[in-house]
């Protein structure tokens, strides 16, 4: 199983990004999803996440600005992020449950679900 992200960049505060995630060797019907997030020198910490029926949950700073959402023909998860603000720099990485349980990111560290794609909010 792997996991290829895209959409990254460098915005302005205010701004908005949007991240995709199409993994290879799954589907959305064996895995929850999710993003993740680690700034440097900071934990690994939930941004947000989807299961398989489509439920979603979000951390507390970035609800109301991100939405997740999945594609099921394009096998493609999505977090679009509006309103960023400099505090969201960090390197998001998608994860999947179906290879490594949500509650283990900490202790393992994100980059075990890929390499990541960079955001970088500027004020």
């Known amino acids: 199983a792997q996991l290829k992200e895209s959409g990254g960049g460098s915005v302005q505060a205010g701004g908005s990004l949007r991240l995709s995630c199409t993994p290879s060797g799954f589907t959305f019907d064996d895995s929850d999803m999710g993003w993740y997030r680690q700034a440097p020198g900071g934990p690994c910490e939930l941004v947000s996440t989807?299961?398989?029926?489509?439920?979603?949950v979000y951390a507390d700073p970035v609800k109301g600005r991100f939405t997740i959402s999945q594609d099921n023909a394009q096998n493609t998860v999505y977090l679009q992020m509006n309103s960023l603000k400099p505090e969201d720099t960090a390197m998001y990485y998608c994860?999947?449950?179906?290879?490594?349980?949500?509650?283990?990111?900490?202790?393992?560290?994100?980059?075990?679900w890929g390499q990541g794609t960079q955001v970088t909010v500027s004020s």
């Open positions: 989807i299961s398989s029926d489509g439920t979603t």
């Open positions: 994860a999947a449950a179906l290879m490594l349980p949500f509650d283990l990111a900490q202790s393992v560290g994100c980059n075990y």
